[in-house]
């Protein structure tokens, strides 16, 4: 009995998955957007994958699926298997998790960003103290260079709310709209635009890129 078609090209597929998902990985590091979490979630996929990789090898030495004629499949087939199956379906979702930050905040309300309009004023709410330092924001399809927030200090400000603590970035709609021509902006990238500067928290961690809904004034 011939193994399916689709049991000869797994390791492959594993593998390569896992290889577009670190090139993808790689790509961010190159211009200052990689996360520790990102990479946690790679070695868990890696994992995964490997013990998939494990049971397929199980059961490709199996005469269950291999090159015998058996009555019935032996211990190897009933182990490698599952850990075969298992370990891929394990794999994909951590890959996921890994390559697409906006899936991790998703999942994690204590994660999400919240933004409004108020008398001109975009408010940006962080879950979590920030360093306070650079501004990295994208409206719609319109990027923002952040050179233009250094530049620009008067447009926007963080804002303490308690002591030390810098969750809240106030920034003068009006200012930005008319330099960069847009207007009633629906979407807001966090952390969207590619560049060095990037918003960090304040142990100087990268903030996961995130797309906003922004209210209808």
Known sequence: ?????YFRWFPLC?????ALTALALL??????AGEALAW???AGAAIAGGLGILGWWI???SQALGGGEPARPGAP???GFPLASLGFLAMVPLL???AFPEVRASLDPHSRITARLTGGKLEI????PMAGKEVNLQFDDRPIPPAYFREHPEVFRWQDRRAEDKRLLLIEMPSVQERWSFTSPRRLGINAVPDEAQILDRNGLRVPQQWIDLPVP
């Open 14 to 18: 594993t593998l390569g998955l896992l």
């Open 1 to 5: 009995m011939s193994p399916p078609f």
């Open 77 to 79: 087939a009933w182990l």
């Open 27 to 32: 790509s961010e590091l190159l211009w200052g």
């Open 59 to 61: 059961l490709s030495r």
């Open 125 to 128: 709410l962080f879950p979590q």
């Open 40 to 42: 946690r979630f790679f």
């Open 96 to 98: 996921l998790l890994a």
